[in-house]
Protein backbone atom coordinates (compact mmCIF):
# COMPACT_ATOMS: atom_id res chain seq x y z
CA UNK A 1 0.00 0.00 0.00
CA UNK A 2 2.79 2.49 0.84
CA UNK A 3 4.45 1.67 -2.73
CA UNK A 4 1.56 2.52 -4.01
CA UNK A 5 0.41 5.58 -2.29
CA UNK A 6 4.31 6.90 -2.66
CA UNK A 7 4.36 5.94 -6.45
CA UNK A 8 1.32 8.12 -6.73
CA UNK A 9 3.32 11.43 -4.95
CA UNK A 10 5.45 13.45 -8.10
CA UNK A 11 8.78 13.51 -7.87
CA UNK A 12 10.61 15.96 -5.36
CA UNK A 13 6.93 15.17 -3.66
CA UNK A 14 6.99 13.82 -0.15
CA UNK A 15 5.46 10.90 1.82
CA UNK A 16 5.00 10.75 6.02
CA UNK A 17 4.53 7.46 7.79
CA UNK A 18 4.15 6.57 10.83
CA UNK A 19 3.83 2.40 12.11
CA UNK A 20 3.70 0.77 15.20
CA UNK A 21 6.73 -0.76 16.05
CA UNK A 22 7.04 -4.72 17.09
CA UNK A 23 10.30 -3.97 18.34
CA UNK A 24 10.56 -1.09 20.76
CA UNK A 25 7.99 -2.53 23.47
CA UNK A 26 7.16 -6.19 24.30
CA UNK A 27 4.15 -5.75 25.97
CA UNK A 28 2.36 -3.85 22.49
CA UNK A 29 2.60 -7.57 21.01
CA UNK A 30 0.40 -9.17 23.63
CA UNK A 31 -2.33 -6.26 23.33
CA UNK A 32 -2.37 -6.81 19.40
CA UNK A 33 -2.76 -10.55 19.55
CA UNK A 34 -5.63 -9.61 22.08
CA UNK A 35 -6.51 -6.74 19.35
CA UNK A 36 -6.50 -9.04 16.75
CA UNK A 37 -8.12 -11.94 18.28
CA UNK A 38 -11.63 -10.19 18.73
CA UNK A 39 -11.63 -6.67 16.68
CA UNK A 40 -12.73 -7.10 12.69
CA UNK A 41 -9.65 -4.35 11.80
CA UNK A 42 -6.68 -6.26 12.47
CA UNK A 43 -3.18 -4.45 13.40
CA UNK A 44 0.06 -5.35 12.05
CA UNK A 45 3.04 -4.41 13.97
CA UNK A 46 6.75 -4.10 12.25
CA UNK A 47 9.89 -3.92 13.03
CA UNK A 48 12.58 -0.71 11.90
CA UNK A 49 13.69 -2.70 9.00
CA UNK A 50 10.15 -3.80 8.15
CA UNK A 51 9.35 -0.07 8.00
CA UNK A 52 12.41 0.73 6.21
CA UNK A 53 11.70 -1.50 3.93
CA UNK A 54 8.05 -0.14 3.32
CA UNK A 55 9.99 2.93 1.62
CA UNK A 56 13.12 1.15 -0.30
CA UNK A 57 13.96 3.45 -2.99
CA UNK A 58 12.48 6.67 -1.71
CA UNK A 59 15.47 9.52 -0.14
CA UNK A 60 14.56 9.46 3.97
CA UNK A 61 14.71 13.13 5.26
CA UNK A 62 16.76 13.52 8.44
CA UNK A 63 16.77 12.29 11.12
CA UNK A 64 14.99 9.40 8.80
CA UNK A 65 13.17 6.54 10.11
CA UNK A 66 13.13 7.04 13.98
CA UNK A 67 10.73 6.41 16.65
CA UNK A 68 8.26 9.54 16.65
CA UNK A 69 9.33 10.88 19.61
CA UNK A 70 12.87 11.57 18.44
CA UNK A 71 11.81 12.67 15.01
CA UNK A 72 12.45 16.84 15.30
CA UNK A 73 11.75 17.44 18.58
CA UNK A 74 11.46 21.12 19.69
CA UNK A 75 13.24 22.14 23.02
CA UNK A 76 10.14 22.16 24.93
CA UNK A 77 8.14 18.86 23.87
CA UNK A 78 7.81 16.70 26.78
CA UNK A 79 10.45 13.54 27.24
CA UNK A 80 9.31 10.37 28.26
CA UNK A 81 11.14 7.18 30.52
CA UNK A 82 10.17 4.78 27.51
CA UNK A 83 9.66 5.07 23.73
CA UNK A 84 6.29 5.31 22.27
CA UNK A 85 6.24 2.62 20.28
CA UNK A 86 5.76 4.18 16.69
CA UNK A 87 8.24 4.81 14.14
CA UNK A 88 8.02 8.36 11.77
CA UNK A 89 9.38 9.34 8.99
CA UNK A 90 9.28 11.73 6.21
CA UNK A 91 10.74 10.47 2.40
CA UNK A 92 11.18 12.27 -0.87
CA UNK A 93 10.16 10.95 -4.13
CA UNK A 94 13.01 10.82 -6.35
Known amino acids: MVSTLAAAVPSDGYVAVWHLASDLDQMLDGAIRRWNATAAQRITLRSRSEVADLVAGL ?26 PVYGLVARRL
Not at 65 to 84: G, Q, Y
Open 59 to 84: ELVSPGLVPVMDWRPAPDDPRFDSAI
